[in-house]
């Protein structure tokens, strides 16, 4: 069984440093232990090349069985944890933290008091195999091998901008209005995208605000104070722009394809902290989606 361990760690990673590291062993051990494998089977299970692995094809028959039963395990022993554990352990990009789960997380935590909510907020793309989560909000097109995703909302865009700066050119009406401004973060592509979609040949602005924050927030907030248009995802902004902190001069939007994910292994979907707050969060979006 130790060397089956290390041959689906290696078979994952199909690399030997990387499933030494996971394990706490040498590359030497991890190497020891698939030869020990490979002579009781009597067949290669990877090739070896001068600076790097990769399966056989036994190696590539037996893998995803091995993987998927120590998967299998782990999610069995995780399901008997639940018992005595109650943090959901979450990792999700900043924008979608502090923009949305922020406000309506309380509402999880009413239904379900005795739970808590572990919250990271980072860029980096976690490693379920690795990584202490138990589910993650991810951007992307929603393909992640081994992982189960449900869609929660694209990644829509539009130009906001305060109401003292759009007043300054007597209104904008048109997307020809909007290059007259300046815009935060020109070089962002999104602005040509939007641009395409509504019929008008991108041209950065003669007047640049001349900052390049690559977060949302901080553009949110450089537009508020009047220092020039933004390109954001108005579904993180709601307050902002019922408030009339921030205004939406066109009800289009653009996207590039994209959108924000709930995911988490396939072979955990059945644990119970995962299930409710799968529901919860789904619920949620939802709920917003058929709202007025």
Known sequence: MAAVRVFEAAARHENFTRAAEELGMTQAAVSYQIKLLEER???????????????SETGRALAPAIIDSFARMEAAFATARTNTTTTLALSTVPIFASNWLAQRLGTFQVRHPHMAVRLDNTQRRIDFARDPFDVAIRVGDGHWPGLRAHRLMRTEFTPLLSPQLAASIGGVRTAQDLLRLPFIDPEDKRWQMWCEAAGTAYRPPAKRAGMRTGSQTSDARAAMSGQGAAILTPAFFHAELASGMLVQPFDLTATDGNAFWLVYPESRRNIPKISAFRSWILAQIAAEETAP
């Open 41 to 55: 089977l009597g067949d290669r299970l990877f090739e070896r090349h001068s600076r790097a692995v990769a399966l």
